[in-house]
């Protein structure tokens, strides 16, 4: 009986406990708004298979968290290009996850961006090659934003991979961005 008792009054301890306490908050909201425009304006891509090759890659991008702040799901359309011996292009949407973790009462703001994209890829015509080329691209990446001054960020991709294959001729080639850009948030 004894024991029963101490279940019971410990039971009620925990539970008056909880209820009187206060949810936690692992991460605090973002402090900027929820739409986006950036892009990667230093950044470089490597292409493996039979299009092997380093490019000059660069892309502009915008979008949307429907939590109303920067942080939280994220969608979002991309437009790209890589230039080299011929010119690749890319038109992805951007579905990810933004975590942000605020520094210094709100004033700076470090948010870490995981992502998948999927879309189209397409080959303009150069060289000898007088076609056009298009097909499906996939994959996904990370990015980390540092917010500098309002809405104001600098972004750096350490790793996207995507991979894509062209419907024309039925290959399959990997793609790999790295890079750096700007960006604001409002």
Known sequence: M???TKAVVGAMAVGLILAAAKPAHALEDSTRGPFYVQGAVASFSV?????????????????????????GFVIGVRQGFDFGDCVLGETVARIGY?????????RFELTIAPYGVA????????????????????GGGVEVKFFLYKGLYLMVRPVETTGAE??????????????????FAF
């Open 2 to 4: 004894l024991g029963r």
């Open 47 to 71: 292409l493996s298979d039979w299009v092997n090759g380093a490019y000059y890659h660069n892309d502009v991008e915008f979008g949307w968290h429907p939590t109303g702040r920067h942080d």
């Open 98 to 106: 933004d975590i942000a973790l605020p520094l210094k009462n709100g």
């Open 119 to 138: 879309g189209v890829n397409y080959f303009l015509p150069c060289g000898l090659r007088n076609w056009t080329e298009a097909g499906l691209r996939f």
């Open 166 to 183: 062209l419907v024309d001729v039925g290959r399959v080639f990997f793609h790999f961005n790295t890079g750096i850009g700007v960006g």
